[in-house]
């Protein structure tokens, strides 16, 4: 069974980065992508972007590629998404969903959620 | 940037009929945007309803159906039961390995 699960919230002073991971079991790891999604308090699913666990190719949103930093370790199965210049904007629950590699298929299966909250 | 569009609200009578919409702020969505629907309570995960435009995905009941509904991705739900009220995301592939979702309907079932 396909399951990802993701490290423990985290607060942050604005300014700062958070790190945050995401480990994979129950398939091949390299034969998947991995999405990273946020949503801040009451508000929309928005992709931040995606990594190829297999060779490692990444591709950021727009508003993010500046200050997102996506990259993976097979050996651990583990892919990470960091954050810098944090602002309190970015308070929001950081999700990661996997897929196998291909556009047919969806987000699934979801990690359960990282709640990063930005403050001073 | 290409906005995707949802409807923000939508309510339907228990045992109704609903369709929402997922939509481009220029453009027509055609089955190269691969639709996938999520669904989302309060609190919770999203969970997978329908992918590559009319997939179900495993255990959604068949009362859930996705297709091409003029020039926009849609859901429809036949049969809507009270804990079918969360919110509901559509995403787009629009190329460029660059994914978008919608701003999501909130769906009120009285």
């Known amino acids: 069974q396909v399951q990802v699960v993701q490290s423990g919230a985290e607060v942050r002073e604005p300014g700062a980065s958070v790190k945050v991971s995401c480990k994979a079991s129950g398939y091949t790891f390299t034969t998947y992508v991995i999405h990273w999604v946020r949503q801040a308090p009451g508000q929309r699913l928005e992709w931040m972007g995606w990594?190829?666990?297999?060779?490692?190719?990444?591709k950021c949103s727009q508003k993010f590629q500046d200050r997102v930093t996506i990259t993976r370790d097979t050996s651990a199965s583990t892919a990470y998404m960091e954050l810098s210049s944090l602002r309190s904007e970015d308070t929001a629950v950081y999700y990661c969903?996997?897929?196998?590699?291909?556009?047919?298929?969806?987000?699934?299966?979801w990690g359960q959620g990282t709640l990063v909250t930005v403050s001073s | 940037q290409t906005v995707v569009t949802q409807e923000p609200s939508f309510s339907v009578s228990p045992g109704g009929t609903v369709t929402l919409t997922c939509g481009l702020s220029?453009?027509?969505?055609?089955?190269?945007?691969?639709p996938s629907w999520y669904q989302q309570t309060p609190g919770q995960t999203p969970r997978t309803l329908i992918y590559n435009t009319n997939t179900r995905s495993s255990g959604v009941p068949d009362r859930f159906s996705g297709s091409i509904f003029g020039n926009k991705a849609a859901l429809t739900i036949t049969g809507a039961q009270a804990d079918d009220e969360s919110d509901y995301y559509c995403v787009l592939y629009m190329g460029s390995d660059i994914w978008v979702f919608g701003g999501g309907t909130k769906l009120t079932v009285l």
């Open positions: 969903a996997t897929k196998p590699t291909g556009y047919t298929y969806p987000f699934d299966p």
């Open positions: 990594i190829s666990a297999g060779n490692g190719h990444t």
């Open positions: 220029s453009g027509s969505v055609s089955t190269s945007y691969y």
